[in-house]
C-alpha cells in the first residue's frame, strides 16, 4: 500500500511541473465538458431520469404490480419474488450519479447566476426522483449526498424526513418558478415543457399532491391536503419525454424488448381489460397469434403471452413522468378521503377519459360503464382499478397497490401473500462501500408511510 501512495505522490509532483510548460487546456475534451452549463445539464437530467423511470424502475415495479411478467432469465426470478440487492445496483448508482448529483449542481448553479427559473424546475425533479427513490427503498442518502468528496461516505435520512424535503422543494420550486426575473431562463432546453413556468408550477403542486396521497396511509389528513395541491396545480399538462427512432435514442422498453425479451403482459391486467372490453387494449398490448388478448399469469411463466404493444414500446414511444389523468386519479381518491363523493365521481371519469384521449381512443359503451360514475355508486375499488390499468407501465402502480391493496393481486404461483415484495433491498455498492449502510432489508419488509 506504501509504494502505491509513492507512486501517485511522484505522479502528482511530475504533473506540477509539467504545468509550467504545457498548455493546461491540451487534454480538456471539447464533447465532455468539465463544467457543463445549466442549459446543457438539465435535457441530460431530464431524459436520464426517463429512461430509468421506461427502463428498470417501471420494469421491475410491472412485474411486482402485475402489468407484466417475467418468462425467462433474470426476469423469471423477479416473477416469483426472487429479487437482491445485485439486481438493483445499476440503476441506484444511475440515479445517484446522472440524476440526483447533477440536479444539485444545476440547483448550485442556478444560485450562484440569479437564475431561479432553473432553480425552480430542479427542485421539481428532485422531489420527484427522490420521492420515487424513497418509495422504493425507504431511508436513503439526502441530506449529504451529492455532495462529493465531502461526504463522500452520506449517511441515510428517514423516509420521513425525506418526505418533509419534499414538501420543501416543491414549496420553494412553485417560489422560484415565479420569480419576474431569471438571469438564465429554460427555453429550449426543457425537453420536459419547452421552459413554461406555469407548466412546472403545476408539476410542483401536483408532485405535492402525490406525495400527500402517500402519506394519507399513516394520517388521513393528508388527503385534504393533497386536495389542496390538486386545487393549486390546476390542469397539469403531461410531464413525458419522446424518445426518438435511432438505436442510441429508443425508448428503453422497446430496447428491453428487442434486445432481451423476457417479459410478457401480466395476466391480472389483460384479465382487467378483457372483462371490461377495455379500448386500449390493443394499445397496450400485442395480439397473441391467434388474435386474442391474454397474459402470463405470476409464477406460471407463459412466453406465448402477449407481448407489450406498440403504445409503449415502440421505438420513439413515450416515457410518463406524471400525468395529468394520475393528477384526476389522485384527485378522486382523495376526495373519497375526505367525504366528498360527488367530487371523486368527477375526478375518476376525468381521468378515465383523460387516459382514452392520451392513447387517441374513444369507446361510447365503455365510458357509460366506467366514465359515468356519480356520488351514489363511486367507489375506492373502481377508482383504483381504472387507475392501475390507466398507470400501465408506471412504477406509481406498485406504491397503489402498497397503500391500498388494490386490485387485488393473487401472489404468484408457489408462493403465498407474505411473500409479496413491498420494497427493494439496499444494493449490494452500499453494503460493500458505505459504512452508514443501514442494514439489509427483506423485500418483504414495509416502508416508513406503508403502515399495516
Not at 452500499?430 to 439489509?440: I, K
Request: some cysteine; proline content about 5%; overall charge negative.
Amino acid at each position: 500500500m506504501k509504494k502505491i501512495f509513492i507512486a501517485f505522490a511522484v505522479a502528482a509532483v511530475g504533473l506540477t511541473s509539467c504545468n509550467k510548460w504545457i498548455n493546461e487546456d491540451i487534454n480538456v475534451d471539447p464533447n465532455n465538458p468539465a463544467n457543463a452549463s445549466m442549459d446543457l445539464m438539465l435535457p441530460a437530467v431530464e431524459a436520464g431520469w426517463a429512461y430509468l423511470l421506461g427502463g428498470d424502475l417501471g420494469r421491475y415495479n410491472s412485474v411486482f404490480s402485475q402489468h407484466h411478467a417475467g418468462v425467462d432469465r433474470q426476469h423469471l426470478g423477479f416473477d416469483v419474488y426472487v429479487f437482491t440487492e445485485s439486481d438493483v445496483n445499476n440503476s441506484y448508482e444511475a440515479a445517484y450519479q446522472s440524476v440526483i448529483g447533477d440536479l444539485m449542481v444545476i440547483q448550485k448553479k442556478a444560485a450562484e447566476s440569479n437564475s431561479p427559473h432553473y432553480a425552480g424546475a430542479a427542485k421539481v425533479m428532485m422531489a420527484q426522483v427522490m420521492m420515487q427513490m424513497t418509495d422504493l427503498y425507504g431511508d436513503l442518502p439526502y441530506s449529504e449526498a451529492g455532495q462529493g468528496l465531502e461526504f463522500i461516505h452520506p449517511k441515510f435520512d428517514t423516509q420521513e424526513s425525506i418526505y418533509n424535503a419534499i414538501f420543501t422543494m416543491c414549496e420553494e420550486a412553485a417560489t422560484d418558478l415565479a420569480a419576474a426575473e431569471s438571469v438564465f431562463s429554460l427555453g429550449g432546453s426543457d425537453m420536459i415543457y419547452g421552459g413554461d413556468l406555469a407548466a412546472w408550477t403545476s408539476l410542483a403542486h401536483a408532485t405535492a399532491a402525490r406525495a400527500h396521497l402517500h402519506l394519507s396511509k399513516r394520517d388521513a389528513s393528508h388527503f385534504a391536503q393533497a386536495l389542496t395541491e390538486v386545487d393549486a396545480a390546476g390542469e397539469l399538462p403531461t410531464a413525458q419525454i419522446f424518445f426518438y427512432p435511432s438505436s442510441t435514442n429508443a425508448n428503453p422498453l422497446y430496447q428491453f424488448m428487442d434486445q432481451r425479451g423476457d417479459i410478457r403482459m401480466g395476466a391480472n391486467l389483460m384479465n382487467i381489460m378483457n372483462s371490461s372490453a377495455d379500448p386500449r387494449l390493443s394499445a397496450f398490448a400485442t395480439a397473441a397469434e391467434d388474435g386474442t388478448f391474454f397474459g402470463s399469469p405470476a409464477g406460471e411463466p407463459n412466453s406465448a403471452a402477449c407481448n407489450p404493444g406498440p403504445f409503449y414500446s415502440s421505438i420513439d414511444s413515450k416515457v410518463i413522468i406524471m400525468s395529468n389523468y394520475e393528477l384526476k386519479f389522485i384527485e378522486a381518491e382523495a376526495a373519497l378521503g375526505t367525504g366528498d363523493a360527488a367530487r371523486a365521481a368527477s375526478a375518476h371519469n376525468a381521468g378515465v377519459l383523460a387516459s382514452l384521449a392520451d392513447v387517441g381512443v374513444a369507446d361510447p359503451a365503455f365510458e357509460a360503464a366506467h366514465a359515468a360514475w356519480d356520488a351514489s355508486n363511486i367507489t375506492l375499488t373502481e377508482v383504483m382499478t381504472q387507475k392501475y390499468v390507466a398507470m400501465y407501465t408506471q412504477p406509481e402502480s406498485w406504491t397503489d397497490w402498497r397503500r391500498t391493496g388494490l386490485p387485488v393481486l393473487t401472489p404468484a404461483a408457489g408462493t403465498v401473500e407474505g411473500d409479496m415484495p413491498r420494497r427493494w433491498p439496499y444494493p449490494q455498492n452500499e453494503r460493500l462501500y458505505n459504512p452508514n449502510y443501514p442494514g439489509a432489508a427483506a423485500i418483504t419488509d414495509r416502508v416508513w408511510w406503508d403502515v399495516e
